[in-house]
C-alpha cells in the first residue's frame, strides 16, 4: 500500500506516500487521501519515498488536501524528489500546498494555531 | 480480429530491436486491469533504445497523461476500448485510439489549483514533458509525444 497515515502529537496528521503513484497507485490512495480530507485538519504529506506520480495521483491528493483547506485546516508537501517535483510545479500544485524540505518545518507550518 | 490484449508486432526501427524483443507497439484496452501494462512495457522498449531516467521518467508521466486522456474523456462507455501504443527512435511515443477528436494542442488549459478543480492537470503536463503534433484520420485520434533526448 503506497500510503502509510500517522497521528503526531498535537494534532497533525503525517501522510506518507511511496513508490509509483501511478494509475495503480493512485486508485489505491484515492480512497484514504478522501478520508484523510474528510477527518484531519493539519497534514502533512511526506514525499520522500515517491518515485513517480503524474495527474492522476496528484488528482487524489488535490482532492483530499482541497477538502481539509475547505474547513480553515492546513497541509503541506515535503521533500519530493527532483522529479516528482517537477511535476508538483509544472502542474500548480504547490500554489496550493507550500513544499518544506525539513520535516519539523512542515510540522510548524501546520501546526494549529494557539487558541 | 484478435483480442485487444496483445502486443502488434511491427517492423523493426532500424539498428534497435532483434526479433526476441518486445514489440515497439502495444495494444491495451481501456480496462483498469489492462493500463497497469504500459509501465512495464515502456520500461522494456524504451530500455532497447538505451533509454533511461530521467527521459524515462518524463515519458512515463507524458504516456500517462495521454492514455488516461482517452480513458476519462474519449468514450461514453469506456470500458474495453482499444488504444495503440508505439515507440519510435527519437523517441516519440504515438498513442491511437477511436474516441471522440481531441486535439491536446489546441484544447484550452483549465485554470490549475487553487482556483480550479484538478482535472485539467494532465494538459499542462503534457505540453511541458514533450513536444506534440495531432492528427485525427479515418476516425481516429493519433497523438504523438517527441522527447528531448536529453532532457536537462
Redesign the interface.
Known amino acids: 500500500m503506497p500510503i502509510v497515515i500517522e497521528d503526531l502529537e498535537g494534532g497533525i496528521t503525517k501522510v506518507v506516500l511511496s513508490g509509483?503513484i501511478?494509475?495503480?497507485g493512485a486508485?489505491q490512495i484515492d480512497m484514504p487521501m478522501s478520508i484523510v480530507g474528510g477527518t484531519k485538519r493539519n497534514v502533512v504529506i511526506d514525499l520522500t519515498a515517491v518515485e513517480?506520480i503524474?495527474?492522476?495521483g496528484?488528482?487524489s491528493i488535490?482532492?483530499g488536501g482541497?477538502a481539509i483547506?475547505s474547513k480553515k485546516g492546513k497541509v503541506v508537501l515535503l521533500s519530493p524528489t527532483p522529479?516528482v517535483e517537477e511535476?508538483i510545479t509544472?502542474?500548480?500544485?504547490d500554489?496550493?500546498f507550500k513544499i518544506y524540505r525539513d520535516e519539523w518545518a512542515a510540522i510548524a507550518a501546520v501546526s494549529p494555531d494557539p487558541a | 480480429m484478435g483480442r485487444h490484449c496483445g502486443s502488434e508486432p511491427r517492423p523493426r526501427l532500424s539498428g534497435m530491436a532483434e526479433p526476441d524483443k518486445a514489440p515497439e507497439v502495444l495494444r491495451i484496452t481501456t480496462a483498469a486491469a489492462d493500463l497497469a501494462r504500459l509501465y512495464p512495457w515502456l520500461d522494456e522498449v524504451a530500455g532497447q533504445l538505451g533509454i533511461s531516467d530521467p527521459l524515462l521518467g518524463r515519458m512515463h508521466v507524458a504516456l500517462e497523461e495521454a492514455v488516461m486522456n482517452v480513458v476519462m474523456h474519449g468514450f461514453d462507455s469506456p470500458d474495453g476500448q482499444e488504444i495503440l501504443i508505439r515507440l519510435a527512435a527519437g523517441p516519440a511515443l504515438t498513442v491511437e485510439d477511436a474516441g471522440r477528436e481531441f486535439n491536446p494542442i489546441t484544447a484550452p488549459e483549465k485554470t490549475p489549483p487553487p482556483g480550479g478543480e484538478p482535472g485539467g492537470l494532465g494538459l499542462k503536463l503534457l505540453r511541458h514533458y514533450c513536444q506534440l503534433t495531432y492528427r485525427r484520420a479515418a476516425g481516429r485520434n493519433i497523438l504523438t509525444m517527441h522527447f528531448d533526448a536529453n532532457p536537462a
Do not use: E, H, P
Open positions: 509509483r501511478d494509475i495503480a486508485a513517480f503524474a495527474s492522476l496528484l488528482r488535490v482532492l482541497k483547506l522529479a511535476v509544472t502542474s500548480g500544485i500554489q496550493l
